[in-house]
C-alpha cells in the first residue's frame, strides 16, 4: 500500500512567491494533518481535517498560509505571498481515526523561500 | 492544556547497549495516548511504540519499549540492544482519547547518536 504522498519534495522560491503544497493521504484514513517542522520550533500542528472538514487552524502562523481538503484523497497547503521565515519542512500526516489513532506521515517537503 | 517536555537534546550510547530517552507530559485528560516516533537524518518520521493510559502492561515492539509511569506522568522510551541504524531523532507525543480529536502534541525530540 501506497503511504502519505507529499508534493514537491523540495521547493526553492522566492519571497512573496505563492506555494502550493500537496499531500495525498491513504486511502480510507479520514483525518489528516499538516505540521512544520523547524530547528527553533520544532514541530508544529498547523491545522487538522477530519472527514475533509478542518477542525482546528489554530496553528496556523497568519493569514498568508490557508489549506483546504476538497476530498477525501487531496489536500493543499498555500502560502501566499511567502516570506523567508516561512522556510521549513512540511509534512502532512494521516490517521485512521481509530485506536490507537496513530499518524503516518508524508515525507515531508522542505521549503526555501530566498 | 497538554504538553510533552523531553530534557535530553543529546544522547549517546554504544552499540549493543540500551538506552533511555525521556518524557514527561502534562494533561487533564482522563485518557490519552503516548507516541514515541523515530526522525532518522533522511527526514521521514517513523512511528515506533504507543501506550494508552489505560493500559496495564508496558508496550513493547521488538527493540523498543515503554516504560510508562502514570503516577509520575512519564513514558520513557527504551532501547536495547542498540543499533547504528538507532541514530536518529527521537520524539515523544500524546494524543487526547477522551476529546477523539486524532491531535497530537510533540516534544522538543532527543537525537541518539550510536557509537560503534
Known amino acids: 500500500d501506497a503511504g502519505v504522498i507529499q508534493s514537491p519534495r523540495h521547493e526553492v522560491t522566492e519571497m512573496g512567491q505563492e506555494v502550493t503544497l500537496r499531500c495525498k493521504p491513504i486511502s480510507g484514513h479520514n483525518s489528516l494533518f499538516w505540521y512544520r517542522q523547524t530547528m527553533m520550533r520544532g514541530l508544529e500542528l498547523l491545522i487538522y481535517f477530519n472527514n475533509n472538514v478542518p477542525i482546528d487552524d489554530s496553528g496556523m502562523p497568519e493569514d498568508r498560509f490557508s489549506a483546504k481538503m476538497p476530498n477525501a484523497s487531496f489536500s493543499t497547503l498555500k502560502i501566499q505571498p511567502s516570506e523567508p521565515r516561512d522556510s521549513a519542512v512540511y509534512f502532512c500526516?494521516?490517521?485512521?481515526?481509530?485506536?490507537?489513532?496513530?499518524?503516518?506521515f508524508g515525507p515531508g517537503t522542505r521549503l526555501t523561500v530566498l | 492544556a497538554q504538553k510533552i517536555t523531553q530534557t535530553q537534546p543529546g544522547m549517546f550510547v554504544q552499540e549493543k547497549e540500551a538506552v533511555t530517552l525521556d518524557c514527561t507530559y502534562d494533561t487533564s485528560d482522563p485518557s490519552y495516548g503516548l507516541f514515541w516516533y523515530k526522525q532518522p537524518s533522511s527526514g521521514e518520521m517513523i512511528f515506533l511504540i504507543y501506550q494508552g493510559s489505560y493500559d496495564q502492561q508496558n508496550a513493547t515492539e521488538g527493540r523498543y519499549s515503554l516504560n510508562f509511569q502514570k503516577a509520575r506522568k512519564s513514558a520513557n522510551l527504551v532501547i536495547s540492544a542498540s543499533q547504528l541504524g538507532d541514530s536518529a531523532m527521537y520524539f515523544c507525543a500524546m494524543s487526547s482519547i477522551s476529546s477523539n480529536t486524532g491531535k497530537l502534541i510533540f516534544g522538543q525530540g532527543t537525537t541518539l547518536q550510536v557509537k560503534p
Open positions: 500526516a494521516s490517521s485512521p481515526r481509530t485506536e490507537p489513532n496513530e499518524q503516518f
